[in-house]
């Protein structure tokens, strides 16, 4: 570390704290929809498939709105995503502008496969009407891939942050000798990748089964609800065991990769062997933990499988070098929240599995509903939890000991950061709380028009429903008569 | 040489979204001007229709272009982004208000929510692309240098707002062109009439906007407005001029749907005649493109992962325009969605 950028770590500018927030306000409103772009679109198929292939009406509406709400989704991830990618430059100009190059591949390809994405799920969504089902149907079939190239992007860069690597630093500090491949296979890739998608197909899956399971515990017992509970549910409850052991290899990995960031997850303060493991408790200033509970030796255990294995704490690098008692703090909370949650899916999984075993049949019992419409925001926390362990994990680094959050930051002053973020917020809470109203609207328009209620008088007489077949004639649009429009 | 490639890739980008992103923000630019709910509802029943399958494939540009910037000219995306924060930050907020009002208006049935969503949509089509433009003509005018901090100099000059207000002529020149020929597939002929007017006023836009544009010189600009005015820059300004008649010509005969080739001509070939001026800069006169270059391995890579993309993505984007324009495409009905 050179002495300018000692001097500069010192001085905290006052633009972070508001960069900070923003860039985490906006990652974590971006990463709720990621899961339904990632994986939406498989749970589709899957229930498309199963509606051709059975030729089973029910299986087929049901995809047809999950297109219809992966319409609206679909957008909303893409503007938030694009904000993301302007606060590259508008937060983190240092960080571009030193390690860009090095980095920047990922985006590359993950900017390539949005756009194989945005074009095919286009085609999707609007080819139900007059492509023929199976040119339809195998159109959609390269989405999940190009969701999961996209996903490959983000992660590198992501992983890159944690353990970059695949450059030697010049003279001026800046780097030379890029090698592509491994700035983009980084030790932490493979981890996070794979922990990263499971957890995406994981959360659609309970989200959607969630929204049916409401349904049925309000009485819609129908095939309807039983299929559209059933396919992205066993999706999920498949995939629930194998992210446990994904979740134990990557914490392990974090051990081996990024001990400093390992140390503040759970909370070791001095290196040593026969660490204890605590569940929550809050880290001190002097490195003591007050509150929650202590189980001897179990750290250890947990990251080398021994009593013996030899743990490095908090207190093994200069206090500027690593998380602060409060960071450390909240990356442990998002720890123990994420595998708190991860353990007790696992038991809801085996729920399933055990009626469906015995009985070939979903669980009678309310309470598995009930845990089942909760397991879907319980899996958003999750997602959310990881995120935080991750990037709080790794303060003071923005790029892990090669340059710290402070050297990246934007000179825009720190009021002009507040204002725009107040702005962001704000836009944020209304275009959300439309998303969700806009859903809640669809949902309710579907279940009385199921209900044999007619669609005329759920829709208000001034509804004007411009939005019916793609006229070819003129005369099939609204107020062709008048022609309202035209020049006068 | 990598970085010169490179260069063009990322100029081609920019090029791609001023006419893929140009006609969806002016199709906004026309609704927002389209009068009230009941005498502007054909002409945004045809915006909305016209616009649907491909606004989100036309903002994958934008990505795009950001991502070679950051990759292939680090020092150039942090110079340009620290010192035109503010036109940024606001063009950032105007897109998401753009997207998440269009993507809402559909599927909201209340007039007055609908009028809302309008709004926000057909308000922020009209900012976006302002600032886009004046963040174009920040760098043009000579004011930006690595190191420059945000100031409001930087981009409220002549040039900037000259370049902004450009950027929105040629959205609405580009959008009633596409929405003159939209209109005739469709089968609304009395649209027809509708937007081509609208065309040829924004053909007029153009047209005294760029002239004003070359006419007024800043001292700042000398650079590239002397490439605008002589040697490749000066052939390139011309050719636009000459597409952009050919498009006001074609738009009065019957073959108005080949003035969608023409527009996007105008548009490309402005984009080009202001990359050639500022040869050999990034950022006239103080990055060229040489200094601004990243590490070579990575750009090498990128010209890579371009060409491989080309070639998965190019016949998808054929066929999605291609289903587009022949009408396969159409949004889920009601009846779709209910038993
Ligand atoms: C439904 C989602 C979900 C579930 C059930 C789990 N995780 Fe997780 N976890 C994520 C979703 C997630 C995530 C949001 O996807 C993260 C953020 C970064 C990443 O790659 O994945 C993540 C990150 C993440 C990290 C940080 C990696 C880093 O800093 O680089 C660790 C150590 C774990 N997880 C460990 C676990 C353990 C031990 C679990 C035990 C059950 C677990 N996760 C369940
Ligand atoms: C700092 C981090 C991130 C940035 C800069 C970012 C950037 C973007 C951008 C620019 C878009 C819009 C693309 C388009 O226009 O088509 C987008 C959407 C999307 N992002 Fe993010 N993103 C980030 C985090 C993530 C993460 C962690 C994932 C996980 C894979 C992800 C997955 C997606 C997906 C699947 C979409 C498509 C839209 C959707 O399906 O909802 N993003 N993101
Ligand atoms: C999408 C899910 C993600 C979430 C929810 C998330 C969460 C966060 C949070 C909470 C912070 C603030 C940390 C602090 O102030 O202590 C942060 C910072 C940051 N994250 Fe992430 N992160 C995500 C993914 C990514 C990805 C994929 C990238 C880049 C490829 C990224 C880049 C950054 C950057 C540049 C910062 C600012 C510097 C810093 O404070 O470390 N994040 N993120």
Known sequence: MNAAAALLADSTPGQ?????????????SHIMLVPFGVALPFVTLVMHYRGMRKNDPVALLLARRWSAVMAVQFAIGIVTGTVLSFEFGLLWPGMMGRWGDVFGLGFGV???????????????????????????????VPLPLAALMGAFGIIAA??????????????????????????????????????????????????????YAVGWLRGRRDRYHRLGFTVPFTVAAILTPLQFFLGDNIARQVFQKQPIKFAATELVWNTGT????????????????????????????LAGFSPDTQVTGLSSVPAADR??????????????????????????????????????????????????AVAGVASVITVECGWITTEVGRQPWIVYQNMRVSEAVTPTAAASLWTMFGIVAAVYVLIFGAFLTVLLKMRTRWRLAGSGAAAASVDPPETDTPYGPRAEHAAAAPGAGGAPGSES | MTAVVVAWILLIAIAAYACGGGVDYGAGFWDLLAGGAERGRRPRWLIDHAMAPVWEVNNVWLIFVLVLMWTGFPVFFQTVFTALWLPLALAAVGMVLRGAGFALRKPTKRLA??????????????????FFGTVVGGVASGRVAPGTTASADVWANTTSILTGLLAVAATALLGAVFLTA????????????????????????????????LSVTD????YVHHGLTHGPGLFLVIAAAVALAVTAGLLAGPAAGYARYSSVAVVALSVAAWGVAQRPYLVPTSLTVQQGAGASAPLQWMIIVAAVALVLIGPAVVLLYRLDTHGVLEPLTDEDVTE
């Open chain 1, 16 to 28: 972070l704290l508001p960069a900070r927030e923003m860039m985490a306000f906006t990652l974590a």
């Open chain 1, 110 to 140: 993950e900017a390539w496969a949005f756009f194989l994405e945005a074009i095919l799920i286009a085609i999707y969504l609007y080819g139900w009407r007059r492509l023929k089902p199976r040119t339809h149907f195998w159109l959609g």
């Open chain 1, 158 to 211: 992501n992983s890159w942050m944690n353990t970059p690597q695949g450059f030697t630093l010049g003279a001026d500090g800046n780097p030379v000798d890029v090698t592509v491949r491994q700035a983009v296979f980084t030790p932490m890739f493979g981890p996070e990748y794979w922990h990263f998608v499971v957890a995406m197909f994981l959360t659609a899956g309970y989200v959607v089964a969630g929204v």
């Open chain 1, 274 to 301: 026969h660490v204890p493991e605590y569940l929550f408790g809050r880290l001190q200033e002097d490195g003591t933990v007050k509150g929650g509970l202590k189980f001897p030796q179990l750290d250890s255990i």
């Open chain 1, 323 to 372: 998380p602060t008692a409060t960071q450390a703090t909240i990356a442990h909370w998002a720890f123990d929240i994420m595998a708190t949650i991860g353990s007790v899916l696992i038991l809801l999984a085996l729920w399933y599995a055990w009626c469906w075993w015995r009985r070939r049949d979903l669980p009678a019992s309310r309470w598995f509903f009930r845990s089942a």
């Open chain 2, 113 to 130: 929510q609908r009028r809302i969503y309008g709004a926000v949509f057909a308000i922020s089509s009209l900012v976006t692309p302002f």
């Open chain 2, 182 to 213: 939209d209109a005739r597939r469709f089968g609304a002929d009395d649209l027809v009439g509708y937007f081509r007017l609208r065309a040829w006023i924004g053909c007029a836009m153009v047209v005294a906007v760029g002239v004003i544009g």
């Open chain 2, 219 to 222: 001292p700042h600009t000398s």
